[in-house]
């Protein structure tokens, strides 16, 4: 039986890595090997497998390696764009910026990941993707339990299912796990070009109510620094 029908996605994978230097000195962080395969694989299987079929991957730093691994998409089932800020602006345009620059190959709602982030169980699914689509929420985030390197957490999870940044500590405080749903409209006052991170735009929709939030309890990794990618290499791999 085949996947049901899913929005597109943008993979983030701009970034120059420079706190897992020197191992990205050559090799851009989303192409590092986690437990077999390069980081980005995963999300490209999980995206494959939750019936999504367009991805727009951005890249600047040593970003013309990416075409050279992953070609076309086709030996998942997909096809994949890549949206080179590095070749039109000269360097990343962070975070809101580079789903600005993709937008056109993106559609009203998508799927947001950052391909420097291990989350292996996450599906992607259909279901969570038609309900925010069928919506007006600006964006959907996955909250997962704060680490050791990051304990005050991003968000507060509101009663009524909205990302909120008061209440702490009365409300449970947690960090965004770097995968969710956006809307076009968020990031349409953005000129091709802009560099621009997202925590703005997250905190604007928050103040307008139209940012939801739920709790991602599965296995989820910051591979931001040498130790962290060590560590999940020291694990049992993951089928």
Not at 43 to 64: D, F, I, Q, S
Not at 177 to 203: D, K, N, Q, Y
Request: charged share 25%.
């Amino acid at each position: 039986m085949s996947a049901p029908r899913n929005l597109p996605a943008v993979i983030l994978a701009a970034g120059r890595g420079e706190r897992m230097r020197p191992l990205t000195d050559h090799t851009p962080k989303p192409l590092l090997p986690v437990c077999g395969k390069p980081l980005i694989e995963w999300h490209l299987e999980a995206l494959a497998r939750a019936g999504v079929r367009e991805v727009v991957v951005n890249t600047a730093w040593l970003e013309e390696q990416f075409p050279r691994v992953l070609g076309d998409g086709s030996r998942w089932g997909l096809r994949l764009r890549y949206s080179m800020e590095g070749r039109d602006h000269g360097g990343a345009l962070e975070t809101a910026g580079g789903i600005a620059k993709a937008l056109p190959w993106l559609g009203e709602c998508f799927w947001v990941v950052s391909g420097d982030v291990f989350l292996p169980g996450f599906a992607f699914d259909a279901a969570d993707a038609r309900r925010f689509e069928h919506g007006t929420r600006l964006g959907q985030l996955w909250l997962a339990p704060n680490a050791p390197h990051h304990p005050e957490g991003d968000f507060g999870l509101g009663d009524d299912g909205l990302a909120v940044l008061d209440g702490r500590p009365a409300r449970p405080w947690r960090t965004w796990a770097s995968v969710g749903l956006f809307r076009a409209e968020m990031f349409r006052g953005i000129a091709p070009g802009t560099r621009l991170r997202l925590t703005p735009l997250l905190h604007q929709a928050i103040a307008q109510r139209r940012l939801g939030a739920q709790p991602w309890d599965g296995e989820w990794t910051d591979v931001g620094t040498p130790e962290r990618l060590a560590a999940l290499e020291a694990a049992a791999p993951r089928a």
